[in-house]
């Protein structure tokens, strides 16, 4: 079966990463790809105006809709998704909690599948954090992450996710941002650090310390294609689902 596609914020860089490997699967095809900015053609895809996302959502009828945009575009796009009954899958970061809480809303009419990186590396490196982390009580943890000059919320939405991931396993810790004057570490605390240069599609870095050793553990994204690739696979598997809400980690198992 051929899943059906919308892709929003095509006129961005993810967007147009999601039109690029859309292109090269036989599973999926595109109905339409709306931007705030439209009038150009993305990969050979008719950009069209996102005011009209609603009208498009009814004509073309896809299976699921891809979103990488920003918060409010993301919540609007999730409500009327929900209105249409077509399934909705984001990557979108810098969500505040009221913005989780209505895209859950919209999850008790369609399936939705929210993740903050759709690496299946990054995948990998959450579990090896959930491992290593009770393994090595009591050591120090710093968190470093690194993306493109461009990019708007800090710290990222995977860096979040993997200090989350951190008091999970470990208890709630507090978080210090950066470091400046006399600013000697407290028990327990994590140490988290945000970095903005050039074109870096996205690096992240847990650090352990104690015992007098270190271990490292970091995950280095060449390319924002992984993370489209990533998306991709999980609207062909959202596909058809029942209404909820859904984790990649689920795609991947």
Same mark, same amino acid.
């Given at each position: 079966? /051929?899943?059906?596609?919308? %892709?929003?914020?095509?006129?961005?860089?993810?967007?147009?990463?999601?039109?690029?490997?859309?292109? =090269?699967?036989?599973?999926?095809?595109?109905?339409?790809?709306v931007?705030?900015?439209?009038g150009?053609s993305?990969?050979?895809?008719?950009?069209? &105006?996102a005011?009209d996302?609603?009208?498009?959502?009814?004509?073309? =009828?896809? =299976?699921?809709?891809?979103?990488?945009?920003?918060?409010a575009?993301?919540?609007? +796009?999730?409500?009327?998704?929900?209105?249409? !009954?077509?399934?909705f899958? /984001?990557? /979108?970061? !810098?969500?505040s909690?009221?913005?989780?809480?209505?895209l859950?809303?919209s999850?008790?009419? %369609?399936? %939705?599948? +929210?993740?903050?990186?759709?690496? $299946?590396?990054i995948?990998?490196?959450?579990?090896?954090?959930?491992?290593?982390?009770?393994?090595? &009580?009591? +050591?120090d943890i710093?968190?470093?992450? /690194?993306?493109?000059?461009?990019?708007?919320d800090?710290?990222?939405?995977?860096?979040l996710?993997?200090?989350? &991931?951190?008091?999970?396993?470990?208890?709630?810790?507090?978080?210090?941002h950066?470091?400046?004057?006399?600013?000697?570490?407290?028990?327990g605390?994590?140490?988290?650090?945000?970095?903005?240069a050039?074109?870096?599609?996205?690096e992240?870095? %847990?650090?352990?310390?104690?015992?007098h050793?270190?271990?490292?553990?970091?995950? $280095?994204?060449g390319?924002?294609?992984?993370?489209?690739?990533?998306?991709?696979?999980?609207a062909?598997w959202?596909?058809?689902?029942?209404?909820g809400?859904?984790?990649?980690?689920?795609?991947?198992?």
């Amino acid at each position: 079966m /051929t899943v059906s596609i919308g %892709v929003t914020g095509a006129t961005g860089r993810m967007g147009g990463e999601v039109l690029a490997a859309a292109a =090269d699967r036989d599973d999926l095809s595109v109905a339409f790809a709306v931007s705030r900015s439209p009038g150009e053609s993305v990969e050979g895809v008719a950009v069209e &105006d996102a005011a009209d996302f609603a009208d498009l959502l009814a004509s073309h =009828d896809p =299976d699921v809709v891809v979103d990488f945009t920003g918060p409010a575009s993301c919540i609007e +796009y999730a409500s009327a998704c929900a209105e249409a !009954g077509v399934a909705f899958v /984001t990557g /979108t970061t !810098g969500l505040s909690e009221g913005g989780f809480d209505a895209l859950r809303e919209s999850a008790s009419e %369609v399936p %939705v599948l +929210y993740a903050s990186n759709f690496s $299946r590396g990054i995948a990998a490196l959450r579990r090896a954090v959930r491992e290593a982390v009770p393994a090595l &009580d009591g +050591y120090d943890i710093e968190l470093t992450e /690194t993306h493109h000059n461009a990019k708007r919320d800090a710290p990222s939405g995977t860096a979040l996710t993997l200090l989350d &991931d951190i008091d999970d396993v470990r208890g709630e810790s507090p978080r210090v941002h950066g470091r400046e004057g006399e600013a000697p570490r407290s028990d327990g605390e994590v140490g988290v650090h945000a970095r903005r240069a050039g074109d870096i599609a996205g690096e992240h870095e %847990v650090l352990l310390a104690g015992n007098h050793e270190s271990l490292s553990l970091t995950h $280095r994204a060449g390319s924002r294609g992984v993370f489209a690739a990533g998306a991709l696979d999980a609207a062909a598997w959202l596909a058809d689902r029942d209404a909820g809400w859904y984790d990649f980690t689920e795609v991947l198992e």
